[in-house]
Every structure is written in C-alpha cells, then in structure tokens.
C-alpha cells in the first residue's frame, strides 16, 4: 500500500485544549508518523505520513478534535511521503 503525507493547519480553539496529546494519541493509533505543535498565531500544524485511509480519519477526526476544542477551518496539501519519520511525536 502506498504512503502519502498529510500537511494540515488548523485553526479555531484548538491551543490549551489537549489538541496536539489528542492528535498524538490518534495518529498512532492509526500507525501514522510525523509531527505537530503550536503555532505562535494560535494555529495548530501537523504533518502526518501513512496510508490514505488513516490519513482520511485523521482529517476527519482533526475536524472535531478534543472535546474542549472548536474547530473553525482546516487547510490541508496532500503529497508523497517521505519516509523520514520513525515515530509521531510532539513539538
């Protein structure tokens, strides 16, 4: 099955809220890899690397997030994966 990569910002109330934990949890859950953090304008960035079906949830599910969280807008760019990530961590 081919890897693809999944680069997503997105905005709304998504910082202080367990957003990056909760994208965390997900995205291994989904055996995806890649990152996420906060950005310095109260947006959240994440990369993801895996299958397209995983790689759907988690957008689907970054749509809601945590239930503290309200999500106002999601700008995604889907790619070819790169393979440089061994695990999904927070940054």
Same mark, same amino acid.
């Given at each position: 099955m081919s890897q693809n990569r999944m /680069?997503?910002?997105i905005s709304g109330r998504?910082?202080?809220v367990y957003f990056r934990a909760s994208v965390r949890q997900r995205?291994?859950?989904l055996n995806l890899t890649g990152w996420v953090r906060?950005? /310095?304008d109260g947006?959240?960035?994440l990369v993801a690397e895996g299958s397209d079906p995983s790689l759907q949830e988690l957008f689907e599910w970054c749509k809601v997030g945590p239930p503290e969280a309200s999500v106002n807008s999601l700008d995604a760019d889907f790619e070819d994966s790169s393979g440089e990530f061994s695990?999904?961590?927070i940054r």
């Amino acid at each position: 099955m081919s890897q693809n990569r999944m /680069h997503l910002f997105i905005s709304g109330r998504v910082q202080g809220v367990y957003f990056r934990a909760s994208v965390r949890q997900r995205a291994m859950q989904l055996n995806l890899t890649g990152w996420v953090r906060n950005l /310095h304008d109260g947006r959240v960035e994440l990369v993801a690397e895996g299958s397209d079906p995983s790689l759907q949830e988690l957008f689907e599910w970054c749509k809601v997030g945590p239930p503290e969280a309200s999500v106002n807008s999601l700008d995604a760019d889907f790619e070819d994966s790169s393979g440089e990530f061994s695990s999904f961590g927070i940054r």
